[in-house]
């Protein structure tokens, strides 16, 4: 569970999304400046289009590399964590089919999603995480999916915690941000306030770093600083993908 979600939905929910940020025109006109040449047609078509997921454990530094690739790269970014906590928001489609399914008792009373009773929904009942799961996942990555193919920019870049249920056509590539588990440690103590117990728990429960190794196609790491982030994607950017 990322951290993102450890803050924002209800424990024991595995949801497979991070905070989103808006394109701004400028980084939209950078971006199509940037490959404007390595294309015959101004038209941008789906075939112009790069689609790269990204994921990694807690304390990885994911943000840190997504924040690049929109600020130097012109990068669209989409988080499944933001994408999910819609879908739970009021009026939504994923809620109204969750609420079919498990009920209202999780409910505050202007219809938002009072998160600790849905935890302990979820605790009492495991049958109601995985139902919660079926409904939610499947519509993280349609609406992801569709905002992806929609995008007006020629990197569209989908970061998710888990990507099992992801539509198997839509990646060019999978890129674990590797960051060493000390690191990690180090990173969560100082920015989270977080015990050294409480990370080494968190860390624990994630997939492993050979389970991400062997998911993805690329590694990003993530041990150094941003100057090293951007050389290596600099590097994969102009000379191996777009």
């Given at each position: 569970?990322?951290?993102?979600?450890?803050?924002?939905?209800?424990?024991?929910?595995?949801?497979?999304?991070?905070?989103?940020?808006?394109?701004?025109?400028?980084?939209?006109?950078?971006?199509?400046?940037?490959?404007?040449?390595?294309?015959?047609?101004?038209?941008l078509t789906y075939n112009d289009m790069h689609f790269i997921g990204i994921t990694g454990g807690v304390g990885a530094g994911?943000?840190?590399?997504?924040?690049?690739?929109?600020?130097?790269?012109?990068?669209?970014?989409?988080?499944?964590?933001?994408?999910?906590?819609?879908?739970?928001?009021?009026?939504?489609?994923?809620?109204?089919?969750?609420?079919?399914?498990?009920?209202?008792?999780?409910?505050?009373?202007?219809?938002?999603?009072?998160?600790?009773?849905?935890?302990?929904?979820?605790?009492?009942?495991?049958?109601?995480?995985?139902?919660?799961?079926?409904?939610?996942?499947?519509l993280v990555w349609k609406t992801m999916k569709e905002a992806a193919e929609a995008a007006e920019e020629h990197l569209v870049?989908?970061?998710?915690?888990?990507?099992?249920?992801?539509?198997?056509?839509?990646?060019?590539?999978?890129?674990?941000?590797?960051?060493?588990?000390?690191?990690?440690?180090?990173?969560?103590?100082?920015?989270?306030?977080?015990?050294?117990?409480?990370?080494?728990?968190?860390?624990?429960?994630?997939?492993?770093?050979?389970?991400?190794?062997?998911?993805?196609?690329?590694?990003?790491?993530?041990?150094?600083?941003?100057?090293?982030?951007?050389?290596?994607?600099?590097?994969i950017l102009d000379h191996e993908i777009c």
């Amino acid at each position: 569970m990322s951290d993102y979600v450890a803050q924002n939905h209800a424990p024991g929910f595995t949801c497979i999304c991070h905070k989103c940020q808006e394109i701004i025109f400028s980084e939209r006109k950078y971006s199509e400046l940037l490959y404007q040449n390595r294309y015959d047609n101004s038209e941008l078509t789906y075939n112009d289009m790069h689609f790269i997921g990204i994921t990694g454990g807690v304390g990885a530094g994911k943000s840190s590399v997504l924040a690049v690739l929109k600020e130097n790269f012109g990068a669209k970014i989409i988080l499944a964590d933001l994408v999910a906590h819609e879908l739970m928001e009021p009026g939504s489609e994923g809620l109204k089919k969750v609420t079919e399914a498990l009920g209202t008792s999780f409910l505050a009373p202007d219809g938002s999603v009072d998160r600790k009773a849905l935890a302990d929904v979820i605790f009492r009942n495991k049958d109601a995480l995985r139902t919660m799961n079926s409904i939610i996942h499947p519509l993280v990555w349609k609406t992801m999916k569709e905002a992806a193919e929609a995008a007006e920019e020629h990197l569209v870049i989908i970061e998710a915690a888990v990507f099992d249920t992801a539509p198997k056509d839509l990646f060019d590539e999978l890129w674990y941000v590797y960051t060493t588990k000390e690191n990690r440690i180090l990173r969560l103590m100082a920015n989270r306030g977080y015990s050294r117990e409480k990370c080494e728990d968190i860390i624990g429960r994630q997939a492993s770093e050979g389970e991400y190794r062997a998911l993805c196609d690329r590694v990003i790491d993530n041990n150094g600083d941003e100057s090293d982030i951007k050389r290596q994607l600099k590097e994969i950017l102009d000379h191996e993908i777009c």
